[in-house]
């Protein structure tokens, strides 16, 4: 289960990888988003073995929990990553709104070449 | 002795205070203060003449760095005390002369806060006994220089000087660095006293002679030795008392300074004696002989420096072929030189120090210091004149006056020293004498261009942009002393010679008996060599001077074209020019480019890392089972995730995500973490919602058209950053370094209360970064709203083009 999981995450980060080497800026934020749930996968079998013991909350199953500190950390990084996609999308929004564009290499603020 | 270091502190606390006295004390000049500062600290180190002069030295160290041998080491030889009261010294009476130089409309605490500045770090060179620390400060004198050149920072020229002088300086100081730890990792001390004790001992280690080249590096570029002359005339665009402080009588003897400290460490050697010699007797002529062309006064000094500079530091050399031969009664010849040497240093700071400030005074008065518009000030400026002629013949050498003496010694220096029959001397000795003499007649038709063409002569008033007239007094006290000086040198040389000068030699020959040292100074010697030279010099001088517009065309040769100037400024703009372009070939301003930047490095370190190491391991027996509906979901994930790559229209590609973060709060519920998969779904739902209403803003979901080469590219760098991903995970799942810590939170009802263990953990455990987290998010809400909200005002569009 954890290759299998793992595997997936892989698949997952070669996805966002790609997107975020795209011209355009709204794909690059749905690769952010895309690698957070891979972050998330990766999280969770970093654990203590997945699916071993019960739901973590006291009282629960036969007193052998799955490991909580993992889901700690994701509920944690849910939350973040929301707020990040969140201003980067409005920032893409802006970004458009004030230059006409969304493609990141007319967006270079440079007056070379 | 902790005074000593206090005294090296005092400049610096006073430069603190200058800014703050500056805006409380308005009625006083400022500069009064900065005057008692200086003057306190040149008595201060004049009562430790007595007993230097006899023979007396002061340490004190404070422990800096003491693991690494960089200690706060001040120490006082006779050495140390010329150049410290020097500073001290003529730094009062320049601070005295610019209260009366600078108007008090310029910015005069800065000018003031720079000068102490300079002042501290100045006594820091010549009193520290640590290499490392002796860095530090040399590196802080070019600093202050750049701030006091560059103080009229409106000009452009002024700029381009204070970098020219920056770039120079600071790059020998490097040099120097360099040389100094060589000399670290040849001795094992930091210490110039200790590495001076075990000289002889390293000669002929590997490092000796590159590390002596460093340090010749940064004596000659620091004091102005040709090739690096060329910031010198440029840094004449600082105020005449900076000139007069630092571009004439202080920091340019610094490298003079550390070629005579270092002496007893590599005098004697060959390359020590012609490089130092051969240097400063190239920079002598070749300072002199550009003097005389050139129509600015300031200038015409510049130069005058950088071959007077050129002719101390000729001396060091000569003196330094005493060292090969040993301590003997014949060797103490060729000390003579050195004892000129120094000596000829602190004439040199009098007579120049009284120049500089007379030329300011002229500028100062008349508004220009331009040769052709000057002429027949003596009737109107009869002291400036006084001060002026003192100073000039002086300099060209001739009696009653100081530089006549330092002048026939240097003589009698060439004379000996072609004689000694060493270092293929008999080949190239003759030379010696030759360039001194000659140098010393261009010496003297400047000299004479300074008194004559500027004093004498018609009175041009329409040329002028005022009217003639005498300084106040305030100015003319300054420049009066050390003209007072270089007339009481010349009278009574000895009572320098024995108190300051003899006691310097000790320091740079420790290993001779100080009596031997010691050189009565005569006016007169009968008509020897040395009187005819001087003779010579005299006639030979004034019919150059007197027939100079039908030589001046050799000045032709010598095209701005080829100069060093050129050379300077080709290098500069060709260093620019290719870092600019080297720069923007990378720096493309194009997201992808730096990702791919980031990618690459992560591909090539991590997973170089994994081949080289050969920590990859694949392990599957520990893992949970596999129930079909994990298996379908995973796969539906996995096609979801390609499918977006391929997504026609933008809708498509926002659903497909969804699918993608449904999936992984399905896995939430599968692993039994029910807390994720809630807000996994919260979330996921809000994010959706997020896109779908940002995407009707937003352009259509366009077709990537990028060239198939860079695609290719990315596809490549995309497969390998997930392969190394999946390989690091899997070889991390199967190499458990430690327990886990998680069975602590096990215990969470009785340590925080809560049933729930997740819950206790954000709640409880760790409920500072829960709450920093509710920080970042309420950040993130005022981004979103500032960023739809704001609108740039009109006036303040412009603001970065100005």
Known sequence: METLITILAGVLVTVATYLILSRSLIRVILGTAILSHAAHLLIMTMGGGLKIGSVPILGEGNGTFVDALPQALILTSIVISFAVTAVALVLAYRTYQETGTDKLDELRGMKHE | ?802
Do not use: C
Not at chain 2, 580 to 588: A, D, I, P, Q
Not at chain 2, 771 to 794: D, H, N, Q, S, W
């Open chain 2, 1 to 802: 002795m902790s005074t000593l270091i206090i005294a090296i502190m005092v400049p610096f606390i006073a430069a603190a205070m200058i800014p703050f006295l500056y805006k409380k004390i308005v009625k006083l000049h400022i500069g009064w203060f900065a005057m008692l500062v200086s003057t306190i600290l040149f008595i201060y180190l004049a009562r430790f003449i007595p007993s230097i002069a006899r023979g007396e030295t002061f340490a004190h160290t404070i422990n800096w760095m003491p693991s690494y041998g960089i200690n706060f080491a001040a120490y006082l030889d006779g050495l140390s005390l010329i150049l410290a009261l020097l500073i001290t010294g003529v730094g009062s009476l320049v601070i005295l002369y610019s209260i009366f130089y600078l108007s008090s409309k310029e910015s005069l605490g800065h000018f003031y806060t720079y000068l102490m500045l300079f002042m501290g770090a100045m006594l820091g060179v010549v009193m520290s006994d640590n290499m490392m620390v002796m860095y530090v400060f040399w590196e802080l004198t070019s600093i202050s220089s750049f701030l006091l050149i560059a103080f009229w920072y409106q000009r452009k020229r002024s700029r381009e000087g204070a970098k020219k002088s920056l770039l120079i300086t600071v790059s020998g100081g490097i040099a120097m660095l360099v040389g100094f730890i060589m000399i670290y990792v040849m001795t094992g001390t930091w210490s110039i006293r200790e590495v001076i004790a075990g000289a002889g001992g390293f000669a002929s280690h590997h490092l000796f002679i590159p590390a002596m080249l460093l340090l010749l590096l940064g004596a000659f570029t620091k004091s102005a030795q040709f090739p690096f002359h060329i910031w010198l005339p440029d840094a004449m665009e600082a105020p005449t008392p900076v000139s007069a402080y630092l571009h004439s009588a202080t920091m340019v003897k610094a490298g003079i300074y550390l070629v005579a400290r270092f002496t007893p460490v590599f005098g004697g050697e060959a390359i020590w004696f012609w490089l130092v010699t051969g240097v400063g007797l190239v920079t002598l002529f070749w300072g002199s002989f550009h003097a005389v062309r050139q129509k600015d006064l300031k200038a015409l000094l510049a130069y005058s420096t950088v071959s007077q500079l050129g002719m101390i530091m000729s001396m060091f050399g000569m003196g330094s072929a005493a060292l090969y031969f040993g301590y003997s009664t014949e060797s103490v010849v060729y000390t003579q030189a050195t004892f000129a040497a120094l000596f000829h240093l602190v004439n040199h700071s009098t007579f120049k120090g009284a120049l500089f400030m007379v030329i300011g005074i002229v500028d100062h008065e008349v508004g220009t210091r331009d040769i052709r518009r000057l002429g027949g000030l003596a009737t109107l400026m009869p002291f400036t004149f006084t001060i002026a002629m003192i100073g000039s013949f002086s300099m060209a050498g001739l009696p009653p006056f100081n530089g006549f003496l330092s002048k026939e010694m240097f003589f009698t220096a060439a004379l000996t020293i072609h004689e000694a029959g060493i270092f293929s001397l008999d080949a190239w000795g003759t030379l010696i004498p030759i360039i001194a003499w000659v140098a010393s007649i261009f010496t003297f038709v400047y000299s004479m261009i300074i008194v004559f063409k500027t004093f004498l002569g018609p009175y041009q008033e329409e040329k002028l942009e005022h009217p003639a007239k005498e300084p106040p007094v305030g100015m003319l006290i300054a420049p009066g002393i050390l003209a007072l000086a270089v007339v009481g040198i010349f009278f009574f040389p000895n009572l320098l010679g024995d108190y300051l000068l003899t006691p310097a030699m000790a320091g740079i020959f420790p290993s001779f008996a100080t009596e031997g040292l010691g050189v009565s100074i005569y006016a007169w010697h009968g008509f020897n060599r040395e009187i005819w030279m001087t003779i010579g010099v005299v006639v030979a001088g004034i019919l150059l001077y007197r027939f100079r517009t039908y030589w001046m065309g050799i000045y032709k040769i010598f095209d701005d074209k080829w100069s060093f100037n050129s050379l300077y400024s080709y290098v500069i703009s060709f260093m620019e020019e290719s870092s600019t372009t080297f720069t923007n070939s990378y720096m493309t301003g194009y997201l992808r480019d730096y990702m791919v930047y980031i990618y690459l490095f992560f591909i090539v370190a991590i997973g170089g890392t994994i081949i080289y190491t050969g920590t990859y391991a694949f392990d599957i027996s520990g893992n949970a089972p596999i129930t079909e509906f994990e298996w379908i979901l995973t796969f539906v994930m996995m096609i979801a995730g390609i499918s977006i790559l391929f997504a026609k229209s933008r809708l498509t590609a926002i659903l497909l995500n969804s699918i993608l973060g449904y999936g992984v709060a399905a896995f939430f519920v599968l692993f039994r973490a029910p807390d994720l998969a809630l807000t996994q779904t919260v979330v996921e739902t809000v994010t959706t919602v997020l896109f779908l209403v940002a995407y009707y803003f937003l352009p259509e979901w366009q077709k990537e058209d990028v060239p198939r080469k860079s695609r290719n590219v990315n596809l490549i760098i995309s497969v390998s950053v997930g392969v190394i991903f999946t390989v690091i995970a899997l070889a991390v799942q199967n190499g458990k370094l430690f327990e886990s810590i998680s069975s602590y939170f096990e215990d969470s009802y009785k340590l925080a209360g809560g049933n729930n263990i997740v819950n206790s953990i954000l709640g409880d455990f760790r409920a500072l970064d829960t709450m920093l987290e509710v920080v970042v998010l309420l950040i993130a809400g005022i981004g979103v709203y500032t960023f739809i909200r704001l609108k740039a005002k009109k006036e303040d569009e412009h603001i970065e083009n100005q």
